[in-house]
């Protein structure tokens, strides 16, 4: 099989000795193209042209999440065709990879190799659900183009922290946990709109959800890890189903402690409840709108400010190796 190997020289996890060894690694049973990203967007760049030329039969991402998100875009910039299209695979090298570790791989990027070529002989994959966001048509953001996600989106407060976070990380910090929970306490205490919302969710043929504060959109579970600890903001969201949505109509101090404590302790079973709490599973079409100009994010990749985005659940869109 010939595969194209999109590697992250910047991956947060691996050096660039263990990048050689998983090299040697996959080329001992791939005619390997080898590829290094050298500007944000690259990876989507590479995708596409191996797309576009049939070369491969199967493109790796070796990176974080923001490069898996990539190369899915590069892949499906012509949309789904799951017969036709390369391959995925993953071998996880970021910080936290929601993606590769939701899909049952080994988070250390050795290991996750090893079970890639196991499952290459074998013959094992799957084809998972993305989601698909766009500026919404009437809107100041319709000319906004679509772009997938693999694992969740948000509209709002947390896209607000990863912003906050990316910020940090162009002045020199690490991306680890604890700036993560250092960015979220003091995006609350300067949140805005926490004590009533601006976001309206609106679906074909339903009701509005008037005065969000916060909007999560899952495309599988868990939603993030803590370290080793899942977190699930919408346990019954599948890569098999559309999208769901977890939004919370009020960002109190004592409603944020009780939804905190509710994601550290959530449950492939239960995830946050009660009554400013609003679940919704396998959602084809639905729209997020503010009144105000937001942050938005999608696999973790801050993506500025909108007013309006439109989500599509597309089911069965890209065979992945697992």
Known sequence: MRALLVVNPAATTTSARTRDVLIHALASDLKLDVATTEYRGHARDLARRSVDSGTHELVVALGGDGTVNEVVNGLLHNGPAPGELPRLAVVPGGSTNVFARALGLPNDAVEATGALLDALRDGTERTVGLGLAAGTPGTADESVPARWFTFC?????????IGRVEQQRERGKRSTHALYIRQMMRQFFGEPNRRQGTITLGRPGQDPIRELALSIVCNTSPWTFLGNRPVYAAPRASFDTALDVLGLAKLSAPAMTRYATQLLMSTPERGPHGKHVVGL????????????PLPFQMDGDHLGLRTSVTFTGVRRALRVIV
């Open 153 to 161: 989106a948000g509209f709002g407060f947390d896209a607000s922290v």
């Open 281 to 292: 599973h396998d959602l084809t079409d639905f729209t997020l709108q503010s009144q105000a």
